[in-house]
C-alpha cells in the first residue's frame, strides 16, 4: 500500500483586499512603530533603520529595503511582492501569516526569526542566514534557496516544492515533517541522524544512500 502524508494548512494573511495606498518618507518610516491597515507601493527604503517595527494587515510591493536594519521586525497578515530585502536584517523578528512573491531576500539575516504560517513563493534566498530561526508552517515554492545557512535552525511542517537546495546543510538542524520533494538538492550535507524523518523522493534518497555508508553496485 502507497503510504501518503497527513498535508499540513498554511494560514493566510488575513487582510482587506480594499486598503488604503499612504506615502512616506524615509524618515517617517524610519520612525513609525506601527503600521497598518494600508498599503505601500513604488518607493525606496533602502538602508532603513526601524528596529522593532510592526507591520500589520499590510500589502507590501515594488518596494526597496536593501541593506535595512529591521531587527525584530513583526510581520503580520501581510501580502509582500515584488520587494528587495537584499541584504537587510531582521534579526529576531517573528512573521506570522505572512505571503511573500517574486521578491529577493538575498543574503538576508533572519537569525533567531520565528516564522509561523507563511509562503514563499517565486522569492530568491540565496545566502540568506536562518541560524537558529524556527519555521513553522511554512511553504516555499519554485524557490532560489542556495547555500543557506541553517546551523541550529528548527523546522516543523514545512514543505520546499520545486526549489533549488543547492548546498542545503542540515548539521545541527532540527525537523519534523520536512518535505523535500521535487527540489534539487545538490551538495547535500547531513549525518545518517539528521537524515532520520526527512520526506524525499525515490530519486532524492537514492543520491542521499551514500550518507548511511550504504554502497550500491550492479548485480555482477
Known sequence: MKKSLSPFVVQAPRLASDLPMIQLSLLEFQSADLLSEASLSQQNFDQAKAEALSLEEMRLQNLSLREAKLARLDLRDCVISDVDFSNSEIERGMLTRA??????????????????????????????????????????????????????????????????????????????????????????????????????????????????????????
Not at 513563493?121 to 511553504?139: E, I, M, P, T, W
Not at 514545512?158 to 546543510?169: A, E, H, I, P, R
Open 99 to 220: 505571503r511573500f512573491e517574486n521578491s529577493k531576500l538575498l543574503g538576508i539575516n533572519g537569525r533567531l526569526s520565528h516564522f509561523r504560517d507563511v509562503v514563499f513563493k517565486d522569492c530568491n534566498l540565496n545566502l540568506a542566514d536562518f541560524g537558529k530561526a524556527r519555521f513553522q508552517q511554512v511553504r516555499f515554492e519554485n524557490c532560489q534557496l542556495k547555500d543557506l545557512q541553517l546551523s541550529g535552525a528548527n523546522f516543523k511542517q514545512v514543505q520546499f516544492k520545486n526549489c533549488d537546495l543547492s548546498g542545503l546543510d542540515l548539521s545541527d538542524v532540527t525537523h519534523v515533517h520536512l518535505d523535500l520533494r521535487g527540489s534539487s538538492i545538490a551538495g547535500f550535507r547531513a549525518s545518517a541522524a539528521e537524515l532520520k524523518g526527512l520526506i524525499l523522493d525515490p530519486e532524492q534518497a537514492l543520491g542521499l544512500i551514500h550518507l548511511l555508508g550504504v554502497t550500491v553496485l550492479e548485480v555482477e
